[in-house]
C-alpha cells in the first residue's frame, strides 16, 4: 500500500473517534514510520520488527501531576509494514490500523496492555 492512503486510514481511524477522546489529544503526535527502529525493539526486548504495529511513548494522563506542564507531546507511531506483513488485504489494513490506534491512544489514557487485552478478547467473543 502507497504511503498516503496507508497515512489517510491512520487519519480516518483518529477522526472516528469520539470528539470527547480527540480533545484529549492535543499534545500528542501521531505519525506513521515504516519499521520500528532498533532502539524501540531492543527497549521493548521483542525479538522481531515485526511484532511491533504501534508505540506509545510518553506519559500516561493519569500518572501527570500538577507539575506536568511545558513538555514535548507524546508521540503515537503506526508501523505501516508490520500491519501490512499481518494482513491479507487492504480492508484487513484499515480493520487493523483502527483497532491499534485506539490500542495507542488508550495507553495515553492510561490503559495498560493486561487490560487492553482483556477488552479485545471480551469483544471477539461477543462477535462470535
Known sequence: MERQEFDT????AIEALPAEFKSKLENVDILVE???SPQQ??????RSKVQLLGLYE?????????SYNLV??????IFQ????????????IETEIGRVVRHEIAHHFGI???TLYKIERQKFRKKD
Open 9 to 12: 486510514l491512520v487519519f480516518r
Open 34 to 36: 515504516d519499521w520500528p
Open 41 to 46: 525493539i531492543r527497549k521493548l526486548r521483542l
Open 58 to 66: 510518553g506519559v500516561p494522563q493519569t500518572r501527570r501531576g500538577s
Open 72 to 77: 514535548l507531546p507524546d508521540k503515537i507511531t
Open 81 to 92: 509494514k508490520p500491519i501490512e506483513a499481518m494482513c491479507r488485504s487492504n480492508k484487513e
Open 112 to 114: 495498560g496492555d493486561a
